[in-house]
């Protein structure tokens, strides 16, 4: 077993959410081995390499990715986790009385930390999608991706 790969006994566990659909029905060009695709996934969500940099021994990288997206959209990864949270629960495994949220970790706005809002006549820097104008430390730019525009330019 490789680094990243399922053993024998974690495949066990899950291997019946994997079920290829197109052998109810016998049409359609068989799929490749769901475990070793889903090595494939494994290995690129634990290296963070790009999907085209999959070793070969995964198969063509297009074919891991798509089955990674299409598990994503048909509930496989949720069904897996329920029925590994379930099967803990069953055997007293999770203390429910320590699930919490940690709201710390949740950063306020400005404004809501009691910071003093800008004059409104003050120019205020323009960003536009593709610029590479570094951004503030701690920004998220899926949150904050788009346009960064001071709130008279934008009407509200």
């Given at each position: 077993?490789r680094?990243?790969?399922?053993?024998?006994r974690?495949?066990?566990?899950?291997?019946?959410?994997?079920?290829?659909p197109?052998?109810?029905?016998g049409r359609?060009?068989p799929?490749?081995?769901h475990?070793?695709?889903?090595?494939?996934?494994?290995?690129a969500?634990?290296t963070g390499a790009?999907w085209?940099?999959?070793?070969?021994r995964?198969g063509?990288?297009?074919?891991?990715?798509?089955?990674?997206?299409?598990?994503?959209?048909?509930?496989?990864?949720?069904?897996i986790?329920d029925?590994?949270?379930?099967?803990q629960?069953?055997?007293?495994?999770?203390?429910?009385?320590?699930?919490?949220?940690?709201?710390?970790?949740?950063?306020a706005?400005?404004?809501a930390?009691?910071?003093?809002?800008?004059?409104?006549?003050?120019?205020?820097?323009?960003?536009?999608?593709?610029d590479?104008t570094?951004?503030?430390?701690?920004?998220?730019?899926?949150?904050f991706?788009?346009?960064?525009r001071?709130?008279?330019?934008?009407g509200?």
């Amino acid at each position: 077993m490789r680094r990243y790969e399922l053993s024998d006994r974690q495949w066990a566990r899950i291997a019946p959410f994997f079920q290829d659909p197109r052998h109810d029905d016998g049409r359609g060009r068989p799929w490749n081995d769901h475990r070793t695709v889903l090595n494939g996934i494994l290995w690129a969500l634990h290296t963070g390499a790009p999907w085209r940099d999959l070793p070969e021994r995964y198969g063509p990288w297009q074919t891991v990715h798509n089955r990674f997206r299409r598990w994503t959209r048909d509930g496989t990864w949720a069904k897996i986790l329920d029925a590994l949270l379930a099967e803990q629960d069953r055997r007293g495994r999770i203390g429910h009385d320590l699930w919490l949220i940690d709201t710390s970790v949740i950063r306020a706005s400005r404004a809501a930390a009691g910071a003093k809002k800008k004059s409104e006549g003050a120019a205020q820097p323009r960003w536009n999608k593709g610029d590479a104008t570094p951004r503030a430390a701690g920004s998220c730019a899926g949150a904050f991706a788009g346009r960064l525009r001071d709130e008279s330019a934008s009407g509200l």
